[in-house]
Every structure is written in structure tokens, then in C-alpha cells.
């Protein structure tokens, strides 16, 4: 079945860059509807980041869009998450997420990575 | 940009008991497709979300049908018929028919 998996860093410097990946298993990324990042802060509920369609389209959440880009690599099967000037707002969980399968011409998120936990720290 | 408001936050519930939670949105959810653009998940401890509705009323793969999903343009319900132990986790309401995508604070089931 359809896999996702983040990678990146666990910590990162105030001011710096979070840069994650979430690599796709056992499915082409080009046949996904669309792709996902949302974020979880410790002890809080989840918080939707953006997401980046099959058509080429991105939409940002609009409290991150200056610092966001969400972007895609078909050679290696994955998508990338980059935010810039980090603060201690941004520790969470990330998780990764993709809408693949759907259902009634209807496209949720059906597969999601196990999530990522970053701290934003000196 | 679209507000979600779940309710309650905290949801005891006896095993075999009904359980309700309601979503508020604070614009219509209705697309000009006629579907109600809210899907549910839940996120169990320590898992990461998984859907259990979307479309307001329409059950994903493989989810228990105890699991039910109603609503109108800006009230919505998830009802689980009879809850069982493993049902305990976050529920949160989505939605998806503007951006910036949003969900509700969530709601904590939990077994009595």
C-alpha cells in the first residue's frame, strides 16, 4: 500500500531554515491529487500548512505563506517542505499527507506519514 | 478564513454508549456542487490522523459502520452508534471547500 515517510532535521536554530521531506512508497507521485504538509504544536490540535496539487497549483496557509514553499521532486518520488526564519512557533510535529485514492470524485487525505518531530531551538 | 468550532472538547463515553460530537463552521460548507465540503478524522494515541468520513456523510474504506457523519451547511455531526475501547483518540472536523484549509480544535473521546 501507498507509504509516506518524513525525514529531516530534529532540531533547528532560531532564524534558520526547516527543510523536510516526505518520500512516497509503493506509488507514482505524479498519480496523487494532491500532496500535504500539516503540523501538530506539542499538546495542540492539528494545523493545516498547505498543499501542492497534481495540476501544479499550491495553496499556503496564509500565516506561513512568506516563509513557506512546498514543492515536488518526480525523479526521487517525494515532496519537500522548506520554512524560512524559523521561531519557537514553529516546534511541532509534522506530518506529511496525500490524497491519492478518493472516492465520489472526491479527494481527502487517504494516506499520511508517521510525522516528524521538530524543535526550534539554540 | 474559515472557523471551525467542535464541541465538546472532552467526550466520556461508556462502552456500548452512543457518542456525539458537533462541528460549527463559520461560513456554509456547501459547494456549488451540492456537497458538504467536511470530512472527519481521528487521530488515535500515538498514530498519526486517520480519515473516517468525508463529504460530510460518506464513510472511508474500511471504517466501522457505527461511524455516522450528518449535517447541513454549517452544523455537522459525527455519531458513533455504540462506542467501543479502541475508538478513543482526537476527533477533528476539516474543511475543505475554501483555503486556507482548517480543522476544529478536536475533541477527546474517552472511555468511562
Known amino acids: 500500500q501507498v507509504q509516506l515517510q518524513e525525514s529531516g532535521p530534529g532540531l533547528v536554530k532560531p532564524s534558520e531554515t526547516l527543510s523536510l521531506s516526505c518520500g512516497v512508497s509503493?506509488?507514482?507521485?505524479?498519480?496523487?491529487?494532491?500532496w500535504a504538509w500539516i503540523r501538530q504544536p506539542p499538546g495542540e490540535g492539528l494545523e493545516w500548512i498547505g498543499s501542492?496539487?497534481?495540476?501544479?497549483?499550491?495553496y499556503y496557509s496564509p500565516s506561513l505563506k512568506s516563509r513557506l514553499t512546498i514543492s515536488i521532486d518526480t525523479t526521487r518520488n517525494q515532496f519537500s517542505l522548506n520554512l524560512d526564519s524559523v521561531t519557537a512557533a514553529d516546534t511541532a510535529v509534522y506530518y506529511c499527507?496525500?490524497?491519492?485514492?478518493?472516492?465520489?470524485?472526491?479527494?481527502?487525505?487517504?494516506?499520511w506519514g508517521k510525522g516528524t518531530s521538530v524543535t526550534v531551538s539554540s | 478564513d474559515i472557523v471551525m468550532t467542535q464541541s465538546p472538547l472532552s467526550l466520556p463515553v461508556t462502552p456500548g454508549e452512543p457518542a456525539s460530537i458537533s462541528c460549527r463552521s463559520s461560513?456554509?460548507?456547501?459547494?456549488?456542487?451540492?456537497?458538504?465540503?467536511v470530512d472527519w478524522y481521528v487521530q488515535r494515541p500515538g498514530q498519526s490522523p486517520q480519515v473516517l468520513i468525508y463529504?460530510?456523510?460518506n464513510r472511508a474504506s474500511g471504517v466501522p459502520d457505527r461511524f455516522s457523519g450528518s449535517g447541513s451547511g454549517t452544523d455537522f455531526t459525527l455519531k458513533i452508534s455504540r462506542v467501543e475501547a479502541e475508538d478513543v483518540g482526537v476527533y477533528y472536523c476539516?474543511?475543505?471547500?475554501?483555503?486556507?484549509?482548517?480543522f476544529g480544535q478536536g475533541t477527546k473521546l474517552e472511555i468511562k
Open positions: 509503493n506509488f507514482s507521485i505524479n498519480n496523487g491529487f494532491y
Open positions: 463529504l460530510a456523510s
Open positions: 501542492l496539487y497534481r495540476s501544479g497549483t499550491s
Open positions: 476539516m474543511q475543505t471547500v475554501e483555503t486556507p484549509y482548517s
Open positions: 499527507a496525500g490524497a491519492v485514492a478518493g472516492a465520489d470524485h472526491y479527494y481527502y487525505m487517504d494516506v
Open positions: 461560513q456554509s460548507l456547501l459547494h456549488r456542487n451540492g456537497h458538504k465540503y
